[in-house]
């Protein structure tokens, strides 16, 4: 069996040098005309096509580029634009794409729209997480009325594109049944988006028609929801929907990523398509039964490089997978990386800074192509010596380099006793202590952490990091800052002080930077959400604090007032989360070696004086796993993380945790398994509704709902306040509250915040005055 095709599941689109996000900006401010936006958008997918024919992959996949996002992009090409944006069939395809994606400024500004004040007809779509991962998509809104029709002229456009390139092209759409699933019913209770598969199908039948015609060779239709725990009307959906589809006549590449498929193996074996992909690397050990289950004239695509994480493919043991895959099956074998490459950067070419060696156990998404191309070639019975023992030698020097292995840290774990994520004293008790010392108000007031990040305060970061402040030039201007930060809190009369965050660019960069074991690359930009892109530290080795990290500003600016100064921590949850991880130890050992470093942060930090220590964990809840059979393990390990952070605290030191907006109510009783003294939390935009199941479980540590929200510029007033206020302390005992905002305020200015938090403080008093 010979016929083994190459290819992947997409491709990264913002650009080598996020070409992408500058056009986009640049449009966006309205200094790029669309045509010139177009252009762009073509000669990135013209460039990245290139890129996987010189490769060496059969087809280049056509459909996954997209100017905001890929579920975007359905919206308009299945016909369902929510009703309430109003538009028009006049208006241009582009201009009301951007309207779904960042809010119809045109519409909100139209005073007589007849709507009213608080008219949300041209709010942006709502913005949720692309499954495990840190990319954002646009939600589809479906109603009893949406209906559908098909816009494939842009589509059908990037397959002319890429044909009059000469490539033979793999189109990519999202199936339907992921379609509608991640999408949410809005208007009447009672509706199921379901119900609206008969009248989409017709659609995709069509749509599926005209690719054919079109000249593409494959269709891969996404179905990564095949990996989710499923309700059994959607499962059942599947057999009947995809018989339907299949009658296009068109080849159908079913694909699954990012789970197992456990309960659903059988049926996405079974469905009438030509071929399967498989994530080989979340779901290595089904590969057998797939293998077994798929009939045999289909295809089998084994996605065998990691497309969410960086790391240099061990092709010894992808070898080792692939062969007996091979030998088994009569049809094709395709090789692929485990998902799109969306969630990677881009090359590792331009990253002349990294240390050599640490840069040798890499791959980015341009060296993943090139690794297929290897596995590829040595199935294929080619001479592959080279570049084998090329592989072979990275994954040798990193499994054994010291850089990744510290014997004190490894020796530290082990160590652990279970008294050590345990303070010493039931919450209670402690409480009592804390409360004689800290002698604060009931009510107490305070913020989450961060304060505005000044126009001052990020050009002396540019200038510092340009070489033309030096760091004592640096350090004055964040010393000065945190100086006035805390006079203006200290005039506010808030009860609880923080030092504002200044000398911080980013809550886990920060720490990072000081940690062994973190790497950090120059252009490794990955896509969160339209052009907006983040850059994940790398976690290579074994994670230790050198030295203390926040200790010197904390204790300076404990020392310009009386009042408590709660220090500032980023928790081992949210690093390890927002880092591009190991996969050469559990997740969970990882985040224990965080933990134990910020331990000793928050050691330092009480010897220093400090009697009030935040450790931020607004993570926590996104590293939920796929499948709930798989919760309890991770919230075990990593509420264990948090109070192994924690637990180094006397019992009259007081933590506090901040987590932002998150769905607490199905895990309240691991949230109250961190023990926090207090934990403060993202309530205002749901009313305080989310504080309901706080209160029905009997939360019993102390809670800070935010009362108001931090996301806009509007200044929320005192008795909008003490209105949250009172329906908070209906559900929680009044003196568990602490009053606060949302979450931190980098990104608003002083003028907006001030007042606020005015009125934030008038608001507590007034509680005060009430008890
Ligand atoms: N302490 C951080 C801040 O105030 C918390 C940010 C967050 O929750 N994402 O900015
Ligand atoms: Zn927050």
Redesign the pocket.
């Known amino acids: 069996m010979t016929n083994i095709q190459i290819h992947i599941p997409g491709f990264p689109r913002i650009g080598s040098a996020r070409e992408l996000k500058t056009a986009l900006e640049r449009h966006w401010r309205g200094e790029l005309p669309a045509s010139a936006l177009e252009q762009t958008g073509r000669a990135l997918r013209a460039r990245h096509w290139a890129l996987q024919r010189e490769a060496g992959l059969d087809h280049v996949t056509v459909g996954d580029f997209a100017f905001y996002d890929h579920v975007a992009n359905h919206i308009q090409l299945l016909g369902c634009e929510p009703a309430r944006f109003g538009f028009t069939p006049q208006q241009d395809a582009l201009q009301r794409y951007f309207a779904m994606a960042r809010g119809d400024t045109g519409h909100a500004a139209h005073a007589d729209c007849g709507h009213g004040h608080a008219c949300q007809h041209g709010a942006a779509l709502e913005m949720t997480k692309w499954f495990d991962t840190n990319y954002h998509y646009l939600v589809p809104e479906f109603a009893g009325d949406t209906a559908f029709s098909l816009h494939a002229e842009r589509l059908l456009a990037e397959v002319a594109e890429a044909r009059a390139l000469g490539h033979p092209v793999k189109a990519v759409l999202l199936g339907p049944l992921t379609f509608l699933w991640l999408g949410k019913e809005k208007g009447a209770s009672g509706f199921d988006r379901l119900g609206l598969l008969d009248q989409l199908l017709p659609v995709y039948g069509a749509l599926l028609a005209q690719l054919k015609h079109a000249g593409v060779d494959w269709v891969q239709l996404d179905e990564p929801m095949l990996g989710l725990d499923l309700p059994s009307a959607w499962r059942n959906a599947f057999e009947p929907a995809y018989w339907q589809l299949s009658q296009a006549g068109a080849p159908l590449l079913l694909a699954t990523y990012f789970s197992p498929l456990e309960e659903n193996l059988g049926l996405a074996c079974r469905l009438p398509v030509a071929g399967l992909h498989v994530d080989g690397v979340r779901a290595a050990h089904e590969l057998t039964s797939v293998a077994d289950w798929l009939p045999g004239h289909k295809v089998l695509s084994v996605g065998i490089v990691d497309g969410r994480n960086v790391w240099r493919t061990d092709l010894d043991a992808a070898l080792a997978v692939l062969r007996p895959l091979r030998d088994k099956r009569t049809g094709p074998l395709w090789l692929s990386t485990s998902c799109s490459l969306l969630h990677v950067p881009f090359s590792l070419e331009q990253e002349t800074q990294l240390d050599p060696e640490i840069r040798s156990w890499l791959a980015f998404a341009t060296e993943k192509l090139a690794e297929l191309a290897v596995l590829r070639a040595t199935l294929a019975g080619a001479d592959t010596t080279g570049a084998l023992a090329a592989a072979r030698a990275a994954v040798a020097s990193r499994r054994a380099s010291p850089r990744v292995h510290n014997t004190a840290v490894a020796a530290r774990l082990a160590s652990l006793t279970p008294e050590q994520d345990r303070r010493a004293k039931p919450f209670p008790q402690r409480q009592a202590v804390q409360r004689e010392r800290l002698g604060l108000p009931a009510f107490p007031t305070t913020?989450?952490?961060?304060f505005p990040q000044t126009a001052e305060i990020r050009a002396a970061r540019a200038a510092h990091k340009r070489g033309e402040l030096d760091a004592a030039g640096y350090e004055r201007t964040m010393l000065a800052q945190i100086a006035d930060a805390v006079h203006r809190q200290e005039l506010l009369g808030l009860d609880v002080l923080?030092h504002g965050?200044a000398e911080r660019n980013d809550?886990v960069e920060y720490f990072g930077e000081q940690l062994d074991g973190f790497a950090f690359t120059q252009h490794g930009w990955v896509q969160s959400y339209g052009s907006r892109c983040v850059k994940p530290p790398l976690i290579y080795g074994d994670v230790a604090r050198p030295q203390p990290m926040t200790v010197a500003w904390t204790a300076h600016a404990q020392r310009l007032t009386k009042r408590p100064m709660k220090g500032?921590l980023?928790g081992p949850v949210t690093i390890l989360q927002w880092s591009f991880v190991r996969d050469d130890q559990p997740r969970a050992t990882t985040a224990r070696q965080i933990a134990l470093a910020i331990r000793d942060e928050v050691a330092d930090l009480e010897q220093a004086g400090i009697a009030i220590i935040?450790i931020?964990e607004?993570a926590l809840r996104e590293g939920l796993p796929l499948r709930r059979a798989r919760w309890d393990d991770y919230l075990d390990w990593a509420t264990g993380a948090f109070r192994l952070t924690a637990a180094v605290a006397a019992d009259h030191t007081q933590i506090h945790t901040?987590?932002?907006y998150a769905e607490f109510n199905d895990i309240l009783p691991q949230i109250a398994a961190m023990d926090a003294d207090v934990i403060t939390i993202e309530t205002s935009r749901s009313d305080m509704e989310l504080l309901a199941g706080f209160g029905q479980f009997q939360y019993p540590n102390e809670i800070g709902p935010g009362v108001y929200d931090i996301h806009s510029p509007r200044v929320p007033d005192t008795q909008q306040m003490v209105r949250l206020l009172r329906k908070a302390s209906s559900v929680i005992a009044p003196d568990q509250l602490w009053v606060n905002p949302d979450?931190?305020?980098?990104t608003r200015g002083w003028e907006e915040t001030e007042a606020a938090l005015r009125n934030m403080v008038a608001a507590a008093r007034l509680l005060r005055e009430e008890q």
């Open positions: 913020t989450i952490g961060s923080v965050e809550m500032m980023t935040q931020d607004p901040h987590m932002c979450c931190g305020l980098k």
